[in-house]
């Protein structure tokens, strides 16, 4: 958040960057209550409270906690649909997205929007999006009203790697360089799309390439490790803010989850997974927390019983909740106007 961002220090002799004890412990508890939110999310799948689809971000958690740290409370995001970190990681209350996982009238999309639906205009996220790609000329024509409005914010907008995929991306890419937009591109690449690897549908694999066609600036990122994501949106948006058009960012990250709840992943070895568990980003913050002193075990338990109480209250939130009025289903479809062509 914005209260705790600062500039990363960087010694000469070292090249080590250092960060705040504050913003070490920010990262602890933010990413472990996007964790922490999904795993319940997860069991209240499991026993049919939440229904519908449910992509999960176990694992992600580095991408959406760096880059909040790196970026200001006016900047805006957008993503595709596995969009519940990036509210959670943005401040949106727990209870009103579990509400919305529950279909509840208290959610953050009132109920209409779900899983895949999140939206807080308030904390600048302008949503989830259920179309694979949908989101990325979006991002761009955000991007563009803040240029238009001579403001200095950026929007970050996230994808995953099999969006890439889509010819909506090439013409976003072309017109966001031609006019020099405030618009960071992210690709979550988490290795797969659905079930299908990287490299069974890309000649391309190290997707940041596809950005240097278009003279973009574009960089791969080790998006388990939450300094990488904060370092790398950080030079993103300060060349955003310059007028200097925008970057591509490669997050090489993993889910340790199938695609959505509905899906087993068999295409991929238990080993694989385990792999990527001994690089989980929160045991590394964990892990440098200790280290450097900024607090004690006992001090980080009890955050996670906090995470809990949390949680906790947000399913408790959600279960009391009602559903949308019927009559509700007619509403926020259209805009009103007021053209005289339009009739009630």
Not at 68 to 96: C, N, Q, S
Request: some cysteine; charged content about 25%.
């Amino acid at each position: 958040m914005q209260e705790i961002q600062e500039k990363s220090k960087k010694s000469k002799k070292s090249e080590v960057v250092a960060f705040s004890k504050e913003t070490y412990l920010f990262w602890y508890e933010n990413m472990q209550l996007q964790r922490k939110f999904e795993e319940r999310a997860a069991m209240l799948y499991g026993r049919q409270k939440i229904r519908g689809f449910c992509h999960l971000y176990i694992g992600q958690e580095a991408c959406t906690s760096g880059a909040v740290t790196a970026l200001t409370k006016e900047d805006k995001w957008i993503t595709a649909y596995r969009d519940h970190g990036h509210p959670l990681a943005l401040g949106t209350p727990p209870r009103v997205v579990m509400a919305e996982l529950f279909a509840k009238a208290t959610g953050c999309s009132k109920g209409k929007g779900g899983s895949m639906h999140l939206f807080d205009k308030e904390r600048n996220f302008l949503g989830g999006h259920g179309i694979v790609g949908g989101q990325i000329p979006l991002g761009a024509g955000i991007a563009f009203a803040e240029q238009y409005l001579g403001t200095k914010n950026v929007c970050i907008c996230y994808m995953g790697d099999g969006a890439v995929r889509q010819g909506a991306l090439h013409e976003t890419f072309n017109m966001a360089m031609l006019w020099k937009l405030p618009v960071i591109f992210v690709i979550e690449n988490n290795g797969y799309a659905m079930g299908t690897a990287v490299h069974r549908s890309s000649n391309v694999t190290e997707l940041y390439k596809v950005g240097l066609s278009y003279d973009m600036p574009s960089e791969p990122v080790d998006a388990m490790v939450v300094e990488e994501v904060h370092l790398a949106v950080e030079r993103a948006a300060e060349r955003a803010r310059k007028g200097e058009g925008p970057t591509l960012l490669e997050f090489r990250t993993y889910r340790y989850r199938g695609h959505s709840m509905s899906d087993p992943a068999k295409y991929r070895t238990k080993e694989e997974v385990e792999e990527y568990k001994q690089r989980d980003p929160i045991e590394l913050v964990k892990a440098t927390i200790l280290k450097n002193n900024f607090a004690t075990e006992a001090e980080l338990e009890a955050i996670d019983e906090k995470i809990k109480l949390i949680i906790d209250d947000a399913v408790e939130f959600a279960e009391n909740s009602p559903y949308p009025a019927p009559e509700e289903a007619f509403k926020h479809v259209y805009a009103q106007t007021d053209y005289p062509f339009i009739t009630d």
